[in-house]
């Protein structure tokens, strides 16, 4: 539990916020929430997953218009070639499709790709409780959430899951 002391000229106020840990596995409305592949064709979260099954897994959501996610590709593609074992799906905000297929072709982006219907109103992004991208998490090779939430492909904890 996570106690805040706030000391005001006006007075001292003691502020009780219980933390709720990041969660270990995805829930149903997060596994059953629907993404177009670079086919064209409808497929659940679920199913992403199970097609790395046994595998350590990094998932990006990422959009072709934010600058961030952009930022971010040169330490990305350092994690792939350190890490070349791993599983990369990239889960994208764009608006449309088409700017989709073009962000991954514009900056070569190797990995299995998904686009995310409704964006920021998608089932997942509420299951996620999405507020920022680029968003990275790290799922190890049981399928378990190891890391839920970091937003800079350089955070240590990234490293540290894929290991």
């Not at 046994?54 to 590709?73: E, M, P, Y």
């Not at 040169?74 to 088409?98: H, I």
Request: glycine share 6%; net charge negative.
């Amino acid at each position: 539990m996570k106690h805040v002391l706030i000391i005001l000229s006006i007075g001292v106020f003691f502020l009780n916020c219980d933390v709720q840990p990041d969660p270990v596995s995805f829930s149903d409305e997060a596994l059953n929430a629907t993404f177009i592949n670079s086919e064209g064709e409808s497929v659940n979260f679920k199913s992403i997953l199970e097609t790395h099954k046994g595998k350590t897994i990094l998932i990006d959501v990422w959009a072709s218009w934010c600058r961030d996610c952009l930022v971010g590709f040169p330490g990305l593609k350092a994690l792939q070639n350190d890490y070349d074992e791993v599983a990369y799906v990239f889960l994208s905000m764009d608006k449309t499709q088409e700017s989709w297929k073009n962000g991954i072709k514009k900056y070569n982006i190797k990995g299995d790709h998904y686009f995310m219907l409704s964006g920021w109103d998608s089932a997942f992004s509420k299951a996620i409780d999405l507020d920022w991208v680029p968003r990275y998490m790290v799922i190890d090779t049981k399928g378990a959430i190891k890391l839920y939430r970091a937003i800079k492909i350089d955070d240590p904890k990234i490293r540290e899951h894929l290991k």
